[in-house]
């Protein structure tokens, strides 16, 4: 079992939709959890991050993340053809081959999304 | 302008042909990343560095190597020795991590390498 799965799509949906994306991970000791997004042939850039569990939102966007569950959702809400993109999950938590701190980021696969006007 | 750039932007290369990748950040972080991204696979890390002169191997470090001389610089070297090196290649740098606190990582636009 991979440490973060994420469902690759594609996700294609009408503007103005909500859209829904999801990623489950297996390693509890994750804390921090991130969402990317990564237009075609450029680089990736940070959306929302979270801390432990809870709900966290900017604008249009919502992030949630289960613990308990080991499930993390970003949600757009009035999505835009702007909105077009890859969007990747990515998590860390302590790295207990490195004294405890934090480590590197472990990232799924990316959903590809288009929002059609 | 702040930022990390990368070069070329599209790099084309012959097997057996060593090849290096540039990576420059002016965003005084410490800590640099490289990253391997494939289609349908999401980014994998293939080198590390936390601080100049140290660097530890990621993920899938078979087949490349890294230099940190400089805090701002962080070049890749893909060797003949990597057996399947057509890819995009993302760098990316943050401060370190520090007890209860997330950086952000920053990433460069990417080179697109193939081998011919």
């Known amino acids: 079992q991979k440490e973060v799965e994420q469902d690759p799509g594609p996700l294609s949906v009408p503007e103005g939709a909500i859209v829904s994306l999801n990623c489950t991970y297996s390693?509890?000791?994750?804390?921090?959890f991130m969402w990317y997004r990564q237009y075609s042939r450029k680089g990736p850039e940070l959306l929302m991050y979270t801390y432990s569990s809870g709900n966290k939102e900017d604008g249009r966007f919502t992030a949630q993340v289960d613990k308990s569950s080991k499930y993390i959702s970003l949600f757009i809400r009035d999505s835009q053809p702007s909105d077009s993109a890859t969007y990747l999950c990515a998590m860390s938590g302590e790295d207990p081959y490195n004294g405890g701190s934090q480590g590197n980021l472990i990232f799924g696969k990316g959903t590809k999304l288009s929002v059609k006007p | 302008d702040g930022g990390i750039t990368q070069s070329p932007k599209y790099l084309f290369r012959k097997e057996g042909q060593n090849v290096t990748l540039s990576c420059e950040q002016n965003?005084?972080?410490?800590?640099m990343y490289w990253y391997r991204q494939d289609p349908g696979q999401g980014l994998r890390l293939i080198y590390y560095?936390?601080?100049?002169?140290?660097?530890q191997k990621g993920d899938i470090a078979e087949g490349y190597s890294v230099s940190r001389e400089k805090k701002e610089s962080f070049p890749l070297t893909v060797t003949s020795a990597q057996k399947n090196p057509t890819a995009f290649y993302l760098c990316?740098?943050?401060?370190?991590?520090?007890?209860?606190?997330?950086?952000?990582?920053?990433f460069g636009p990417g080179t697109r390498l193939t081998v011919l």
């Open positions: 390693n509890s000791a994750f804390q921090y």
């Open positions: 965003l005084n972080h410490d800590a």
């Open positions: 560095s936390q601080i100049v002169n140290d660097f």
């Open positions: 990316a740098s943050s401060n370190p991590w520090t007890e209860s606190s997330y950086n952000e990582q920053f």
